[in-house]
């Protein structure tokens, strides 16, 4: 072999190893970061938290752009998902409406199993919240002001038969009240206007309400959760009150239908880094989230169990036939 081919060769034979190095996929552009909700609820704190890790950590290469499409109880953002011109780059933070809004809005044609099982980061929790001028101090006080006034209550919420409209609805159902539920685009907003005194009562989750507990604005009366929360230990579950009811909200990140497997393994491999920081398992305690880390085949079962339970759920209040 001639000095010249020789060098051919070797070039030609680095360049193959090259490749074969470089088979693991990354974004080569920003990512499109959905929140199935509006600016300052729970979903959105937890989307900016994660972008602010991966880039204090330097964990992708690529930059996470987060943007808010709250429309339609979530409608907007899967309508977003399942037309993504680039499946590679566009990821979603969920919330349980990921489960009940195609099943109220059949004629959107998502099946949500299409959607690629990223992480779920944690389960969230809700507690019932009043404002401290009520002069309600429990969850019997609240029951006997809340049948008083019947429809003249008035419970915020984060979307139109959504997780917050589901509790109030059990609430109505399983203690003979007619609480008049508002639904909003988003908890931050839900939350601002129960310490505005705009409204009686809110579900929020820990992280959307807990500025205003710090403050001595809300009061929380009773947790929808198997056992009572750490943060807060002298509130009873409504368990505890005779009710076998207990309701969490999943705080997922999925990826575009049409995801490839390379990109999949990627965003499940970068989300895990995210759920392992100090930051993420601080934000964890300190906001009551709950759950380990779920992805691949476990995430999906849990979607389908999900799917089933909230199937079950909107056709006993009527949402659904």
Excluded: C
């Excluded at 704190?45 to 972008?51: C, E, G, I, S």
């Excluded at 809110?202 to 947790?223: M, T």
Aim: charged share 20%; glycine share 10%.
């Amino acid at each position: 072999m001639s000095y010249r081919k020789a060098i051919v060769a070797t070039v030609a034979g680095l360049a193959l190893g090259a490749v074969g190095v470089a088979q693991a996929w990354e974004p080569t552009k920003p990512v499109d970061f959905v929140i199935m909700a509006g600016k300052g609820g729970g979903a959105d704190k937890m989307a900016r938290l994660m972008q602010s890790i991966v880039e204090k950590e330097d964990l992708a290469n690529r930059p996470l752009v987060p943007t808010n499409k709250s429309g339609g109880s979530g409608a907007e953002a899967l309508v977003h998902m399942k037309s993504a011109s680039d499946p590679d780059h566009t990821i979603m933070v969920t919330l349980n409406s990921f489960f009940t809004t195609p099943l109220r809005q059949p004629g959107l044609d998502v099946d949500i199993m299409q959607f690629a099982p990223v992480g779920r980061m944690a389960e969230d929790t809700f507690l019932l919240w009043v404002h401290k001028n009520e002069g309600i101090n429990n969850f019997e006080e609240f029951l006997a002001e809340a049948e008083k006034r019947g429809s003249g209550w008035v419970m915020g919420g984060t979307g139109k038969n959504s997780e917050d409209n589901i509790i109030t609805d059990h609430l109505n159902d399983a203690y003979g009240l007619s609480i008049k539920y508002i639904p909003y685009k988003g908890g931050g907003a839900v939350a601002k206007d129960l310490a505005g005194e705009q409204i009686d009562s809110s579900v929020n989750n820990p992280s959307e309400a807990l500025g205003f507990y710090e403050s001595g604005d809300v009061i929380p009366l009773v947790a929808f959760t198997d056992e009572r929360l750490p943060m807060f230990p002298d509130v009873p579950t409504l368990k505890e009150t005779g009710s076998d009811f207990s309701y969490f909200m999943q705080r997922s990140v999925v990826g575009a239908p049409g995801m490839s497997d390379e990109a999949l393994e990627y965003y499940t491999g970068l989300f895990s880094k995210v759920y392992e920081s100090g930051d993420w398992q601080e934000y964890k305690s300190s906001k009551s989230l709950m759950g380990d880390f779920m992805a691949g085949s476990d995430l999906t079962g849990y979607w389908d169990t999900q799917r089933s339970r909230h199937e079950t759920i909107l056709k006993a209040s009527g949402a659904i036939k």
